[in-house]
């Protein structure tokens, strides 16, 4: 009769309890953020704080650089603000990609999933793609009303591409040790090689088959999709690329792996396709670049698989141009309907169920199961359509609070939106060093860790503010 009782030697640490109080400290910041500008304009106590937080939005359906310039007779024409729900959005994107590169806290779910599943990181990189694919519309719907040639457009177009790409690969493979660029660990695909070429894809479909306007005051049977059959050229495009990712996904064969498959490798299915990570994607990659690419990623670790996978592959970056050519789509409902703000939010909320419903069906609303499980490594279906429909559902939103309503200046997020290579290649080069990080001691719960990447993420939205004051733009 023998019996067993439990006793607690130290209790352990709340592994939850530094995140809970820093996002109560947020939320009091910004509280006060939203009640200090009110009391002062109702006291007119203090200008130079109206000045910097009472900034009144102004909608806009252009994203420009600069807000004013100097006429013939030197005096100030004001030029259409931004529109400033697009730059909240990119800020807001890049600061939680900043957060997440920081390390989140150690919190496993600002960590990317291992394989199939999505976390807070895994929501990042599509937003920021989502991004371009509006910026590209409105900008260069605002060059051709000026008269800017097509041949101008792509010279700007392959400028700005081939510096995307060579900032992405020297700074990808950049290593104090080694120098400006890293021999011994060189890696060809990368985030920003990513965001280059979808910009090229997305902007010679803008400037070659996106002229046309919508005919508001046409009244026919197929106005409710006219923003999408008076640009089939470019769905044309688009639906052939993505049936190319599907055949090659799913009809490819790949050797010594079942065909159609989607899974990590290694010890995952019960160790039976140990080299098949990522199907024909990891494949294709492998082929092409064989060992310069990602060799440590997610699925590494818990799947304990041998062979490098890329994220940033050649079979992702097709829908990475998909998700990109949403985000065009929102662009064009922006510029269509100007001062119809209704008409923008529902159509921004029809395609949030559209997508929502799609990706749901896909994946049978399972992490593994389903037709196609929603997957990062993998910018599988699911996951883009998932990523699109949040897209849609969170710029329309912002698009509502700060461009309609001006509840919200989009502070601080507008800062580093407006400054967002500056602030990506800043972080990426300069993240490990102090004042942005240091060699933490107290590991045994996460306080220090969540400190330190909210620390460093505080830095670049101050350093941004800075140079949004001084009006320093980063452009390419």
Known sequence: NRSCTHIVDRRPNNAYLPILVAALLLAVIALLFVVIPYICRRRCTSKFIKTICCQGPQHSEENEESHASETAHGAVKAKPTRLLSLDTFRGFSLTVMVFVNYGGGGYWFFQHAPWNGLTVADLVMPWFVFVIGTSVVLAFSSM????????????????????????????????????????????????????????????????????????????????????????????????????LWLCLTFLMPVPNCPTGYLGAGGIGDNGLYPNCTGGAAGYIDRWMFGDNMYRYPTCKEIYRTTQPFDPEGVLSTINSIVIGFLGMQAGKIIIFYKKMNVHILCRFLVWTLILGISAAILSKCTRDGGFIPVNKNLWSLSYIMCMGCLSFLLLGG???????????????????????????????????????????????????????????????????????????????
Request: hydrophobic share 50%; glycine share 8%; charged share 15%.
């Open 144 to 243: 051709q009303r000026r008269g800017v040639s097509r041949l101008q457009l792509l010279r700007k177009i392959t400028w700005r591409t081939v510096v995307l790409l060579l900032l992405g690969f020297c700074f990808l493979n950049y290593s104090p040790k080694d120098g400006p660029l890293s021999w011994s660990w060189l890696r060809i695909p990368g985030v920003l090689q990513r965001l280059g070429f979808t910009y090229f894809v997305l902007s010679l479909l803008q400037t070659f088959w996106g002229q046309k306007e919508i005919p508001l005051t046409a009244y026919n049977w197929w106005n409710p999709v006219q923003d999408i059959l008076l640009y089939w050229p470019q769905w044309l495009i688009i639906i052939l690329l993505e049936t």
């Open 398 to 476: 912002m698009f509502f609070v700060v461009d309609i309503k001006g509840w919200w200046g989009g502070q601080p997020f507008i800062y580093p939106g407006m400054n967002s290579i500056f602030v990506y290649v800043g972080h990426s080069l300069l993240g490990f060093y102090f004042p942005f990080s240091w060699e933490m001691r107290f590991q045994q719960s996460h306080w220090e860790w969540l400190f330190q990447s909210l620390w460093g993420t505080a830095l670049w939205l101050l350093i941004a503010y800075l140079l949004y004051r001084k009006k320093f733009f980063l452009k390419i």
